[in-house]
Each structure stands twice: as structure tokens, then as C-alpha cells.
């Protein structure tokens, strides 16, 4: 009898083992999965990013175009150099870029409104070469934003479904937030004619 009882314990043990191995290999399967998605999404706003760097390079030469001839505009110039500063301040969060990245479109947005008044400005080769460098900045960055977004709903969709939930709450694998434009003005396009 003890020798049955042995055996079935053996049995149990084994079959605890066995379900404990598969958990751990289905939890490092998880994580690396989870891990594989952080990292195509964050290499995915790299993309994003170097465009985003390249705006900023643009917008003091814009900015002191547009000074030269629309004087009476400072609050709309400060409003665009205030904004700049706050997309390029170090050690942001993600999320604190993406809303300063917002502010500094909107901005942007305004200055190219006001150009409209200032039929000089509109015929300055300078800023027109500017706008046409801006506009084809924006372009990209919409399109590096489209492929952000996709990677960080794939992430952030494995991220949310159980059972990889546990794995991605157990280590800290938070959602990843989406680069939109939440300024309904913002969502359709600036028409602007030079």
C-alpha cells in the first residue's frame, strides 16, 4: 500500500514540476514578447523623433523670418519659441514629449496663419523655402506616426490580453501612448497658399 501511495505522490509531484516548467517557459515566452513590442514601438518613434529634431532645428529660422516682417505678432512669435523650448527639454516622458510635441504644432499652426496677413512675408524666398521645408518635415513625421502608432497598438493590444496581462503587469509593461493630434483644429490639414 505505501508502495502505491508513493507512486501516485511521485505522480502528483511530477505532474506539479511539469506544469510549473511549462508556466516559467510560457512566462519567458510572454515577456520576451512583450519586450520584442516595446522595442518596435519605441525604435518605431525614433523615426518620429528625428523628424521631430529637424522641425526643431527649423523653427528659429522661421520664427526670426516671420519676426521681420510681421512686428506687431510678438505674442504669436513667443507663443511658437515657448513652445519649442518645452519639446526640447531634456528627460521627458513619453507622454509629457508627445503633449509638448502638440503644443509645438499648434503653434506652428498659428504662425502659418498669420503669415497669411503679410503678402512681403508670402513672397519672401527665404520663407518660402522654410515653409516648403516645413511642410515636407510634416509630411514625414505624419507618416513615421502612422508606423509609431500601429507598433504601439500591437504592443500595447498583447500587452492587454490575458493571459500575457499577468506577465505584462508582474514587470511593469505599461501601455504605450498614441502621438495623435487631440486639438480638433489640428486634425485637418492647415490650408496654406504662397
Known sequence: MAAGISIIALVIIGGIALLAVVLVLWGIGAYNTLTRGRIAAQGAFS????????RHDLVPNLVNTVKGYATHEKQTLENVIAARAAAVRPNMSMEERLQAEQGLSGALGRLMAV??????????????????????????????????????????????QFPTLVVARLF??????????????????P????
Open 47 to 54: 523615426g518620429i523623433d528625428v523628424e521631430l529634431r529637424r
Open 115 to 160: 503669415a497669411e496677413a503679410y503678402p512681403d512675408l508670402k513672397a519672401n524666398q527665404n520663407f518660402l523655402q522654410l515653409q516648403g521645408e516645413l511642410s515636407q518635415i510634416e509630411n514625414r513625421i505624419a507618416g513615421a506616426r502612422g508606423g509609431y502608432n500601429g507598433a504601439a497598438e500591437g504592443y500595447n493590444a498583447t500587452a492587454r
Open 172 to 189: 511593469g509593461f505599461n501601455d504605450m501612448p498614441f502621438f495623435q493630434v487631440d486639438d480638433p483644429a489640428q486634425r485637418n490639414a
Open 191 to 194: 490650408v496654406v497658399q504662397f
